[in-house]
């Protein structure tokens, strides 16, 4: 379990990451949601102890982060910035790593390079974008750590390598539960992986919740302009857009039947809100 008490990081006067109150249950797969800017990689740098809190504490298992090796070791934080040596080989990183972590998968490592189409043998300067990512990633399904935080372990990879990220991500999910966190900006994707959505906006969380409720208490209404206006009086709502005398909504309410019967009435439509869609309404 991780825990957040007032986190807070401010650099000079900017106030990055706001008084955020947050537990993470373990064995589950979290979804960590914002724009450019809203203090995603700054939140797992605080986890990991790369940074340290302005104020506020992170606990790991109810033992605080700071300078605390035994709670760290549960972890396995992959970024997008390349720390590896560049003449060092992706096999010598798996052996090298295996020091770090002890329960170290070597052969399921090598076996995910097979099936990844990562040549063990090149040297770190030699791998592209994608395969980088694909390296990190491996290291991280490799590593058996309790924790995995991955910072957008997408970046690079072609439609191919993505789906078959997933499909082992889940898979090594299912044979060794663990709690998983994902950045990412590749929402639509990610939606029928994650379970739980966490959404920063400038630095506060403004969700927290599971992806099956937070769908579930939106919905969109659409139709004839001044139908849906008389529909949303006094109603909370985001995301208007207007093509003609066409207007559609995102409302944040759960439906019901009394409101199905007055939509009809109204002769306006009702369809499912898609996380990146209410993503895009909710951050705006």
């Known amino acids: 379990m991780i825990e957040m008490r007032h986190l807070t990081k401010t650099y000079d006067t900017f106030k990055a990451l706001n008084d955020i109150n947050l537990i993470l249950e373990e064995n589950k797969i979290y979804g960590l949601l914002g724009r450019n800017g809203a203090a ?3 939140l797992l740098n605080l986890i ?3 940074i340290f809190p302005t104020t506020g504490e992170v606990l790991i298992n109810k ?5 605390n090796d035994k709670a760290l070791n549960e ?12 003449g060092q080989k992706v096999k010598d990183v798996f052996k090298w790593t295996k020091e770090f972590y002890q329960n170290f998968d070597t052969n399921y490592a090598n076996s995910l390079a097979n099936k990844f189409g990562l040549n063990t043998k090149k040297k770190m300067k030699e791998l592209s974008t994608g395969y980088m990512s694909i390296f990190k990633d491996i290291l991280a399904l490799a590593s058996n750590a309790k924790i995995l935080l991955l910072d957008e372990p997408l970046l690079g990879l072609d439609a191919n390598h993505r789906d078959l990220f997933y ?3 889940i898979a090594n999910y299912i044979a060794s539960p663990k709690t998983i966190i994902i950045s990412t900006h590749l929402i639509d994707e990610v939606e029928d992986v994650i379970e739980e959505v966490i959404l ?15 769908i579930s208490s939106t919905y969109q209404v659409s139709g004839e302009e001044s139908k849906v206006n008389e529909w949303l009086h006094d109603r909370k709502f985001v995301g208007l857009e207007k093509i003609g005398k066409y207007l559609s909504a995102t409302v944040l309410e ?4 009394k409101n199905i019967k007055l939509i009809d009435e109204l002769n306006l439509e009702v369809s499912k809100v898609e996380l990146q869609k209410l993503f ?4 705006n």
């Open 200 to 214: 920063l906006k400038n630095g506060k969380l403004i969700v927290n919740q599971s992806v099956e409720s937070f």
């Open 48 to 50: 990991t102890n790369k």
């Open 280 to 283: 895009i309404h909710l951050t």
């Open 167 to 169: 499909k082992e991500l």
């Open 254 to 257: 759960n439906i019901n039947d």
């Open 40 to 42: 995603k990689t700054t």
């Open 63 to 67: 033992q605080n982060v700071y300078e």
């Open 75 to 86: 972890v396995f934080y992959i970024f997008e910035k390349n720390l590896y040596p560049e």
